[in-house]
């Protein structure tokens, strides 16, 4: 009788351990500066392509339970950025980003949607409120996480224990929703906005 209860009451204990595991919160403010946003604005007369690598925010992401994920990015408007000068001027100005007077983008997130998990990798679509400029839009977006266990010293050359979540999402936007220089000619400034994250929150531990 006591054989027979010892494997019930182990599975059991472990089933309670996995439903109670808290979330690990990642800090995506990476000292590095590798992470990084691409944007880029495709029309049939002028390419416009940009990045921005001030990066913030935290993700809470239980490995056992994905889909529970909550948290918010951020990036900070100064540090958009194009190689024209006169162009990133422009950028900065009231008429597009207005990055003085609105100095963060971000997205937070609402909900997941079309979870599939192999291994350490996850997509899945998110939804969230996408903010630029000022002006608030849930937007669903696609995207792929990868939970990686005790990688943090391999990034930070031993410096630090602890955990990695990476993020990758690729998705449009367009900028008359967002007040960005609405009146610009479509052939020279397309509407759509791509955007491109590329991202690695770290999860430090004793």
């Not at 960005?180 to 430090?204: F, H, R, Y």
Request: hydrophobic letters at 40%.
């Amino acid at each position: 009788m006591i054989n027979c209860r010892w494997p019930t009451l182990a599975a059991l204990t472990h089933a309670t351990s996995l439903a109670s595991a808290a979330p690990i919160a990642f800090d995506f403010k990476d000292p590095k500066g590798v992470n990084n946003a691409v944007f880029k604005l495709d029309a049939p007369l002028e390419s416009i392509n940009g990045t921005a690598n001030g990066v913030s925010g935290t993700i809470n992401f239980d490995p056992t339970h994905p889909g529970a994920l909550t948290g918010k990015i951020i990036i900070d408007a100064a540090t958009l950025h194009v190689p024209n000068p006169m162009m990133k001027e422009h950028l900065h100005s009231a008429q597009w980003v207005d990055s003085k007077t609105h100095p963060e983008i971000s997205f937070e997130a609402v909900k997941l949607a079309n979870l599939k998990t192999e291994g350490d990798q996850t997509t899945a679509d998110i939804t969230g409120k996408f903010t630029l400029k000022g002006v608030t839009k849930e937007i669903t977006i696609p995207v792929r996480l990868n939970y990686l266990k005790d990688k943090l010293a391999a990034r930070t050359n031993g410096q630090q224990k602890g955990g990695l979540l990476v993020v990758r999402s690729h998705f449009t936007i367009k900028r008359a929703d967002f007040n960005l220089n609405p009146q610009a000619p479509s052939d020279k400034v397309a509407d759509e906005i791509e955007l491109t994250l590329s991202l690695a929150g770290a999860a430090p531990r004793p």
